[in-house]
């Protein structure tokens, strides 16, 4: 079956970074867009981040336009997260999501399959 496993949340300061990691297993990943979401406490799951199959299109939200970063190696069939810059409003969990699709999807209904979440606690 799918599986996804997120991985490098913790603890950082405020203006410090970090990088995330999904790697999928149980699906032919080139075949599969891939999406950031996250929710902090007491809020909807929202969107962050999402790249194609191929890399070459990706939508970012507009609260992390310029400071994240999504990408992906397909030969190792992990996506990632560099969050740069960060805020402590961008504390939450973030989950991986993959949709098989040429396109990019921006919306948490249109993935199949979600990661269980890693947390990221940004303090001021």
């Known amino acids: 079956q799918v599986q996804l496993v997120e991985s490098g949340g913790g603890l950082v300061q405020a203006g410090g970074s970090l990088r995330l990691s999904c790697a999928a297993s149980?699906?032919?990943?080139?075949?599969?867009?891939m999406g950031w979401f996250r929710q902090a406490p007491g809020k909807e799951r929202e969107f962050v981040a999402a790249?194609?199959?191929?890399?070459?299109?990706?939508r970012y939200a507009d609260s992390v336009k310029g400071r994240f970063t999504i990408s992906r190696e397909n030969a190792k069939n992990t996506v990632y997260l560099q969050m740069n810059s960060l805020k402590p409003e961008d504390t939450a969990v973030y989950y991986c999501?993959?949709?098989?699709?040429?396109?990019?999807?921006?919306?948490?209904?249109?993935?199949?399959?979600w990661g269980q979440g890693t947390q990221v606690t940004v303090s001021s």
């Open positions: 999501a993959s949709k098989y699709t040429i396109a990019v999807p921006t919306t948490l209904n249109e993935y199949d399959y």
């Open positions: 790249i194609n199959w191929s890399g070459g299109s990706i």
């Open positions: 149980g699906l032919t990943f080139t075949t599969y867009a």
